[in-house]
């Protein structure tokens, strides 16, 4: 996660503009990212960046995990263009009423969505 400090660097010189969205599966969470090691990664501890998906989602669709692999950072205006409440983490194995096994042919994360205005 520190390095995408150092590519936001880059690509605001390079763009001339800081307003990103940086989405992606990120690993930060469980047994590859410790509680510890997240709160003090350059990425959480600069107020540059707002984490948008709560810690505490569960973006896997196994049963087996809790963990919020997947991530919406937000930087610069964007910040204060998502809508209050919309980043949710849609369960599509309940949504769309599969069993446990056709949700994992579809993926092993849950896809995450949120709102701008």
Do not use: W
Not at 26 to 50: G, I, M, Q, V
Not at 98 to 103: F, K, N, Q, R, S
């Amino acid at each position: 996660m520190n390095a995408l400090v150092d590519a936001y660097n880059y690509t605001t010189k390079v763009l001339g503009t800081q307003n990103f969205i940086i989405a992606g599966d990120y690993n930060a969470d469980c047994r590859y990212l410790s509680n510890k090691k997240y709160h003090l990664s350059n990425l959480y501890t600069d107020d540059r960046f707002d984490f948008l998906v709560n810690k505490t989602a569960d973006t896997t669709a196994n049963h087996n995990t809790d963990c919020a692999y997947d991530r919406f950072v937000a930087t610069g205006l964007v910040k204060h263009a998502v809508v209050s409440g919309s980043v949710l983490v849609y369960n599509f194995e309940t949504g769309m009423h599969l069993t446990y096994e056709e949700a994992k042919n579809i993926s092993d994360h849950y896809p995450v969505e949120m709102q701008l205005q």
